[in-house]
Each structure stands twice: as C-alpha cells, then as structure tokens.
C-alpha cells in the first residue's frame, strides 16, 4: 500500500483544483443528505415531543389501587410508573416502558393477567394506548419495523435525491482531466498493475472523505438548523401547537445514527465512483494514454448555429463542445434540471397558494378573509341587533355583513308545483354586494338603496327563466313556542354548541311548537337569473326555484313576526380592520358576554395558511440554495477541465496565431452553448411540467372543485433567464481565470508539459 | 543465449478501410548484452514493435519471448509486474510522473513493487546520473536532458532484463545527446545490459552493436557494426 498512498497523497497535494473541486462536492450532497435527515429525525423528536407532553404515557391504566400500581414497578420492560389519585377517588398510572419487547399487546395482556388487575385487555374503559408514542419510542418489534420502514422510503427518497448528487461526484471523479488518465497510463508502463491504480484513485477518493465528509456533515447539520430556525421564525410551529408547548418541544435534534447513516452512505458512494473511474481508465491501454494526448477526435460538424453567429470562433467552440458528447450532455442536463426546480418550486408554491386561497374565498367573498360569526339565539328574534351594534362600536371591524335565512315561499301558478322551493334571504347593506357575487356570481340588478325604497324583493331564478311579475303571493311558514321551550332553547345554545342530548331538547321543542302558516302579497322588485355555472357546486335545482333576497328591513319591520317568536340567527360576516384587530377581535368574540359565536374564521385559516407557506417556501428556499451550489460548482469543475484537457491543443492555436483575446472569446462562445441550450430545454421542461400539472388537476377532478390553477406557462421564464445568467456568469469567470492561469507559461512550454 | 525472441509479429490498427499493417511478420532474436538500434522513416512501425516489446501493447499475432518467457501468455497482472521489473523503457519526451521528484520517479518501480530500494544503488545512480544536487526536484524544475537521465535512472535502477528506448534524444541537443548515448553505452558494459534503442540518427546507431532497419512493417536490413 506505500506506493498505492504515496501516490494518492501526491496527486491531492499536487493537484489542488481536482482536489478542491472533489471535496466541494462531497460536502454539498453530503450536507443536503444530512440536512434532510436531520431534518426528518427533528421532526419525528418535535412530533414525539409533542406527543408525549399531550400524553406522557405508554400505557394509563385507571382506577387502580396503590398497591397494584406499586406491584407493577417489578414488571419486565418497565421504566417508570406515575401513580395519581384525585379528589374525586379515580385514580390513574401511566406507565413508560423500556425497549425490546416483542409484541407490547401480548405483554400488556400478560401483565394484566400476572398481576390480577381485574379486568381484561377488552375492557377500554379502563385503560389506554399511546400507540403513537410506543411507536416513536421503539418499543417493540413492529415500532421497530414500522421505524424501519419509514426509513426505508426515507432513505430511498433521498438516495432518489442523491442520485442526482452523484452525478456531481461522478463528475469530479470522472470528468477529470485527460492529463490524469495519461498520467494512470504512464504508471501502467511502467509496471503500475491495473489494480494499483484502481487502488491509487480509491484511496485518493478515500482521503478526500477525510475532510469531505466531516464538513459535510456539519454543513448539513448547519443548515438544518439554519432552515429549522427560519421555517420556525415563520410561526409555523405555534400555528399547529399552543405556543407555550411549542416553546418546550420544538427543538432541534441530532441524530449520531443518522449522521452515521449519511456519513457511510457518502463515504459509499465516494468509493463507488473511484472505483468506477478506476475501472474506467485501466480498460485504457498504457499505449493509448501515452501516444494520444487529448481526445480522438472522431467526427465534426461542418456546421453550426454558433458557427453562423460567432464566425470561426463559434465554429471551433461548437465543435469543442459536441467533441465530448457526455460531457456537454451532462452539463446541460445538471443545468437543466437544477434551472427548472430552481425557478419551478417558487411558481408552484405561489399559485398553490392562490388555489388554496381561492378556496376559501369562495366560501366567506372576501378577498381578505372574513370571520363568520353567529349571535347567541334567543326569544327576541331581534336580539342579534344589540350584538352587532356592539361589534360594530369595537372599531375591530371595517364591514360587517349579514343575512338572515327566513322560511318564506312564492305561491305562483308554474312555480314550485313540486313543492320545492328557494331560500329566503334577508341581506344587509354591507353584504348586499358580496351576497350577491358568492351565491349566484351576479352583480345586483339594482343598489341596496333603490332595492330598500322599492319596497320589495328581488326574485332570482335559480333553474330557468325569470319570473315575469311585479308582483308575488308568498307564504310564510312560522313556528311558535311555549315559554318554556324558549328557555329550554336558550339553554342549549348558551354554551354555543349542541350535544345529542341538546339536540333532543330542540327537536322535542320543535314537535311541541305551533305552526302557522301566513300568505302575504309582496312587490316584486326586480327578477334576475342565475349564472349557470354559479351553482355548478351546489347540484342542479329544480325547474322554477327562486330564491327571494330582500333588505334587512324588510326583516326588522315586520316579516320577523311571520317566522315566528325564536329566529335562526343570522350569518355575521364581519371583515377586520387589520391584523393587530384581529387578535383583539378574536379575544372579543371569545369572550361568552358578548353572545357572539365565531363559527367560520377565514382570516384565522388565511394567516395559517399563510405561516404554512412561508414555511413551505423556506424549506424550499433553502433546496433552492442547495440546487444553485451544486450546478455551480458542476459547472465549474466541468469547464475548468475541459479547458485543461486541452491545454496543448490551446497551447497549438496560440502558436499558430490566436491571440489570447481570441482565446477567451472562444471560451465564452463555449460557455453561452452550455447555458443557452440548457435554459431552451429548461424552458421546455418548465412548460411541459405546467401542462402536466393541469392535466393532474382536471384528470383528478380537482378541476371541477374550483380549483383553477391558471399559471401562466411562461411565468418561470423569467426566473430561468435569471439563473441562466448567473450559470454563464459562474461559467465564463471560470473559464478565465482557468485561461489566465494558463497564460503564465508560454504556449511552447504547454505543449509538452502537464498539469 | 538469446535473451529476446521476436516470432511473426504482426499488428494492425483500425479496420477495413482504415486498416493500418503497422508491423507485418516481424522476426529476430536478440542475445544478452546486446546493444540494437532500430532505424527507420517515421511510420514505419518501430515505436509500435517497442510498445508490444515492452508489453505495453498487445500484438495482433506472433510471440515474443523474454527470458524464455511467452509476455503475451500472462495475464494482465504478471504482465504489470513484468514490465516493472523485467522491462526499462525510456520515450523521447520522458514520461515522467509530474507529481512526483526525480528521486521518488527513479524509485517508483521498486516502490510500486512493494520492495525497498537499494539505499547505496540509489546513491550510485544518481551520481551516475549527475542528478545528485537534483533529487528533490520536480519533473517541471528539470531541464530536458536531466529529465531524460531521470527516465534512464527510472529504466536502469530495476536492472531489468532488457531496456527499450523509444527516440531517447530525440529530444535535446547533440551535448545532452552525447551524454546520454554515453550512459547508455557505459550502462550496457558495465552491466551487460541488453538494450533496444529507436534512433533516427545515424550517429547514435552506429554506436550500437547491431542496426535493424524497419520499413513499412518490414525488416529491410539487419547488420552488425563489428564494434565490440
Ligand atoms: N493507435 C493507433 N491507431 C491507428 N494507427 C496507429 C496507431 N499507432 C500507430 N499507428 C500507425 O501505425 C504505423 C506505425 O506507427 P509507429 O510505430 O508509431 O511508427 P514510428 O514509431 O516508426 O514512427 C503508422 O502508420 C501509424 O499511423
Ligand atoms: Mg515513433
């Protein structure tokens, strides 16, 4: 092995570019191996955490006596046990168990049946499970293997994820200069035996692990972090977990097992790829690694488009390129790939945002996200007007709309002969509009004010044509209770929501109400017709339904008392100011005084949503970061030796005459053919994901569900020109400064001499 | 003795249209101690008979034999070892290891088969070689005729069975060219080491014991120059 580590010592030593460029990428796939594990293991501590301040058991078993509490402690796998007894005389014991179990049920049934606790494992009442937490803790064997599992596809995941890393390292390996194969060659002839040289490149390989992986390591448990911290400054974390809890559990964890896991795992694939260029050159006989100097040159396009653009510059560049087919293809797909994720995840996030956005919206029209709030019911079908006074006098609120759902029917010859019906629908000023856009996607036919002074109603045909009358009969249904269900009523929604039992209350109390049915002639103010698609949600009504939408007024002045003496109460949609109102509005509505429910809490879910995608699109930010290093340093290292490899052959044109300006002008001719032909394909790859993804959206039908993706397809092009330009950039500086270092030595000098 | 027997070697590079007869039948024998040139216009094929020689090339058919050893019959492995111990060879532009000084260049065959040079043969060597003061030096710190006496050291320093020159001046000027037909000539005295020497100059191949002349894949001429 002396020789076989001379040798590998000398060539990092000496061949500082090579080496550097190797260990980069050794540490960025590493750092992102690491970072994404140690991501996951953070997340399943946090999940575990979180779980057990929720649930700080394996096992509660309740209602046993101290002693039998105190005679588990000597059971097998037992780690602790917390005895509690309460005021009231139950007890509980959670139990936490050690690891190494084989099934926990069979133990658990064994347990109750050793220690006589007096009821069997069917019996639920008497204890309970953390499934999830004897998971996360490895208790037993299927935790195990349900662990194993899940990293199992974790692992794949990010060996899918590696793969595209290992091009990296394959390249730096195997894109090596020309002048290494040569030098592999020399060594053959001289008696170098094909598995010493295999040797010297592995052990190399080997070597720049040393320092590779450890940075790696770090610089995965760095950014982790990093990402951790930033997702976490996102808010996300006390979106999901109180924040007092959240405080407690969320922290950052790092796994020895999975750094060792990624450490092997690169240090794996390091020697795969040696061993692979290894191979590789040996199959080069010692004769063919000495007499050639570069490439064989085998055959060469007459034309080209850079030739036409560039004139002779671009001819040769043109040619350079395509010479080493593998390398411009692995270059260009790199840079592909990296181009279209880096400027696809950003476009994909914004508008699954919107999508989701648009959701929502569709159920509450507010662009800003409005809470949805119900007064308290009660006897007095007004009483909700004292309750929105009051939101109103808060200043939290800068609109707040309202409808009232009445049971009211037109009572025409044509109309509802099947008995059905539409809704009644008394509408605020504030709500006027919105109402009108959520539920039948129309404008108004007339202001909220002529409407008012109309006196009537405005009839909208849900299922044909509009209804040609100024003038309607409608029937209104009422119901009316007793005294004393009306106290019974308002019991059941003092506390806001309704048990079984509640229920039966107002169901019994509905049977007991009288019922009395009205007909009154109404005017018919205007009469609209629906949009079509407007309903495509709700399903088809029936022929002649209409719905009546009226003013408040109409309500408050009178047609309450048809209803009866107990009313529906009405939907409150009220949009906040801002965010600093929202919290205080949030802590109003809270508050049982107010007799104000919050039923709908769009902004809430807005702000949620919001954090989550913050999160979302830091964590990709971050991929982000990943993606651009390694396309560049690939970048790099692939230009840099293709220069090198040519080094005489460079040396030969400058001898013949082309000036060092010349020189670089080529090189960058070069660079541009890389970038170009990379950001076309990107271009074309961003397009084609676009129209994949609506296609996935219309195939799955959640098309049909409102979801309109509608991204534009040339909305990452922006991005990929950018990220084109930073890649040519990277790219040319590269190439000159790998040029001028050449230029120190005269082109006689380089003909002939090495690296 | 014969040290080296050549039988019906033949090679071909390319195919059909592209095929190349660079050696064509080629046959002779080589005794030990002899010190052969082989001369011959560009093309002909000398360098290609030294590469397969020096079992760095693989011939198309016929035999060679070293030592009464068939090369072309061992695997890939014994013919690595083979050509670090049994074979020197020695090209026109060196071929040495950049990365490596000329002390460590000159040791690297020992070094690579496992074996600890020769401490006192090493120091020899290089006062031989006039390469002392230089030991530590790089390829790249080396003029082109100290570079070439580092590659002669590299080709001698095994006392391997037969050293194969490929155009050893072919190179460097007639001083440093003198100088190393000198090493070469005294080496092969001193030593009775058989050497193989590709020459386009006349001088330097009628300071060899025998001339063959190579054309066009053929031997045209075999003679001895009567010097020793
Ligand atoms: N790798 C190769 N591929 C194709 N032809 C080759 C190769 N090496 C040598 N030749 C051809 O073989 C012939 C002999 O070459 P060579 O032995 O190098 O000649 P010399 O050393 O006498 O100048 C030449 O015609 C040359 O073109
Ligand atoms: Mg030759």
């Known amino acids: 092995m002396k020789f076989e580590s001379l040798m590998a010592i000398r060539y990092i030593f000496k061949q500082k570019r090579h080496s550097l460029l190797t260990i980069i990428s050794i540490f960025l796939a590493l750092s992102l191996m690491t970072a994404l594990f140690t991501g996951y293991y953070t997340l399943t501590c946090v999940l575990r955490e979180v779980n057990y301040a929720n649930n700080p058991y394996h096992v509660r078993i309740y209602d046993l006596t101290k002693e039998q509490a105190e005679s588990i402690k000597s059971y097998d796998h037992i780690d602790t046990v917390e005895f509690k007894e309460f005021i009231a005389g139950n007890t509980q014991t959670d139990i936490m168990l050690k690891k190494g179990m084989k099934d926990f049920l069979t133990w658990f049934q064994q347990l109750l049946k050793d220690k006589e606790l007096g009821f069997e494992s069917v019996d639920y009442d008497r204890y309970d499970i953390n499934m999830s937490l004897k998971n996360y803790d490895l208790i037993d064997d299927e935790a195990r293997f349900n662990q194993l599992q899940l990293l199992c596809i974790l692992y794949v995941f990010i060996i899918f994820i590696a793969m595209s890393l290992r091009m990296i390292i394959d390249t730096a390996f195997e894109i090596s200069s020309k002048e290494r194969e040569r030098q592999f060659g020399m060594l053959e002839s001289i008696g170098a035996s094909p598995k010493q040289i295999v040797r010297i490149i592995t052990l190399e390989g080997l070597m720049l692990c040393i320092v590779g992986v450890p940075l790696g390591l770090l610089g995965g448990i760095g950014s982790a972090w990093l990402a951790f911290r930033s997702v976490l400054s996102s808010g996300i974390a006390e979106t999901f977990i109180a924040p007092a809890l959240a405080k407690r559990t969320v922290t950052f964890h790092i796994s020895p097992m999975y750094l060792a896991l990624s450490a092997v795992t690169g240090l794996v694939w390091v020697l795969l790829s040696a061993y692979g260029t290894g191979m590789r050159v040996i199959k080069i006989s010692p004769v063919q690694a000495i007499t050639s100097g570069g490439g064989v040159v085998k055959k060469v396009r007459r034309r080209s488009l850079a030739g036409l653009i560039f004139g002779w510059k671009g001819k040769l560049a043109s040619r350079n390129v395509r010479r080493q087919p593998k390398r411009f293809i692995i270059t260009v797909l790199s840079l592909t790939l990296s181009l279209s994720l880096y400027s696809s995840v950003e476009v994909v996030v914004d508008n699954a945002q919107i999508a989701t956005k648009k959701m929502i919206m569709m159920d509450t029209g507010s662009d800003e996200g409005v809470m949805l709030l119900s007064p308290n019911i009660s006897a007095d079908p007004l009483a909700y007007k004292d309750t929105v006074e009051n939101l109103k006098k808060t200043g939290y609120f800068k609109a707040i709309g309202m409808d009232i759902l009445g049971t009211a029917r037109l009572k025409e010859n044509g109309i509802n002969t099947d008995g059905r019906s539409g809704s009644t629908y008394y509408v605020n000023k504030d709500w006027y509009e919105p109402f009108f856009k959520v539920n039948y996607g129309l404008e108004p036919p007339m202001t909220y004010e002529e409407l008012e002074a109309s006196g009537g109603f405005i009839a909208v045909s849900l299922n044909g044509d509009p209804i040609d009358l100024k003038e309607a009969n409608c029937l209104y249904f009422g119901k009316y209770y007793s005294d004393d269900d009306l106290k019974k009523l308002e019991k059941v929604y003092s506390d806001g929501e309704v048990d079984e039992d509640e229920f039966k209350v107002f169901r019994e109390a509905g049977e007991r109400a009288e019922k009395r049915n009205t007909e009154k002639k109404v005017k018919i103010a205007a009469s609209v017709k629906i949009d079509d698609s407007a309903f495509g949600r709700y399903g088809v009504p029936a022929e002649g339904t209409v719905d009546i939408v009226a003013p408040i007024s109409m309500y408050e002045n009178g047609d309450y008392e048809l209803f009866g003496n107990y009313s529906y109460p009405p939907n409150i949609y009220a949009e906040v100011v801002d965010n600093a109102s929202y919290s205080a509005a949030l802590k109003y509505v809270e508050e049982p005084k107010h007799k104000v429910e919050l039923f709908f809490d769009a902004v809430g879910l807005y702000q949620d949503m919001d954090a989550v995608f913050t999160g979302i699109r830091l964590g990709s930010a971050f991929l982000n970061i990943f993606i651009a290093l390694i396309a560049m340093v690939n970048l790099v290292n692939i230009i840099t030796t293709g220069l090198i490899n040519r080094k005489s052959e460079l040396a030969s044109m400058q001898c013949v005459g082309m000036t060092e300006g010349q020189l670089y002008g080529m090189s960058i001719v070069e660079c541009l053919q890389f970038v170009i032909t990379a950001a076309v394909f990107s271009v074309i790859l961003c397009i084609l994901l676009i129209i994949g993804t609506e296609a996935f959206v219309h195939v799955t039908g959640l098309a049909e569900d409102g979801i309109k993706l509608g991204i534009g397809y040339f909305e990452p092009v922006p991005k990929i020109l950018l990220g084109s330009a930073a890649a040519f950039a990277v790219s040319t500086i590269a190439s000159l400064l790998t040029l001028r270092n050449m230029q120190k030595t005269e082109p006689v000098e380089r003909l002939r001499s090495v690296d | ?228």
């Not at chain 2, 020096?54 to 009464?68: A, F």
């Not at chain 2, 060879?89 to 260049?105: D, G, H, K, M, T």
């Not at chain 2, 050893?168 to 009775?192: H, V, W």
């Open chain 2, 1 to 228: 003795m014969e040290l080296l027997k050549i039988e019906d070697l033949c090679k071909t590079y390319g195919k059909g249209e592209n095929e190349v007869k660079a050696l064509d039948k080629v046959s002779f024998t080589v005794p030990k101690g002899q010190m052969l040139a082989v001369i011959g216009p560009s093309g002909s094929g000398k360098s290609t008979l030294l590469h397969i020689i020096g079992g760095v090339d693989r011939p198309t058919s016929g035999k060679v034999w070293l030592d009464g050893q068939d090369v072309y019959e061992q695997n890939n492995k014994n013919l690595a070892i083979f050509r670090r111990r049994q074979v020197g060879l020695i090209y026109q532009f060196y071929n040495l290891i950049p990365v490596l000084s000329a002390e460590e260049n000159i040791t690297l065959p020992m070094i690579m088969d496992g074996r600890k040079p020769d401490k006192e043969r090493l120091e020899k060597l290089l006062k031989l070689l006039d390469l002392t003061e230089r030991r530590d030096h790089l390829p790249s710190q080396l003029s082109g005729g100290q570079q070439q006496r580092v590659s002669i050291g590299r080709a001698m320093f095994t006392s391997p069975g037969v050293i194969l020159a490929d155009e050893p001046t072919g190179n460097l000027d007639s001083k440093n060219s003198a100088e190393i037909m000198e090493l070469l000539r005294n080496s092969n005295r001193d030593f009775n080491q058989t050497m193989i020497i590709i020459t386009h100059d006349e001088n330097i191949a009628l300071q060899c014991d025998r001339i063959i002349t190579v054309s066009d894949g053929h031997i045209v001429n075999d003679v001895l120059t009567g010097i020793n």
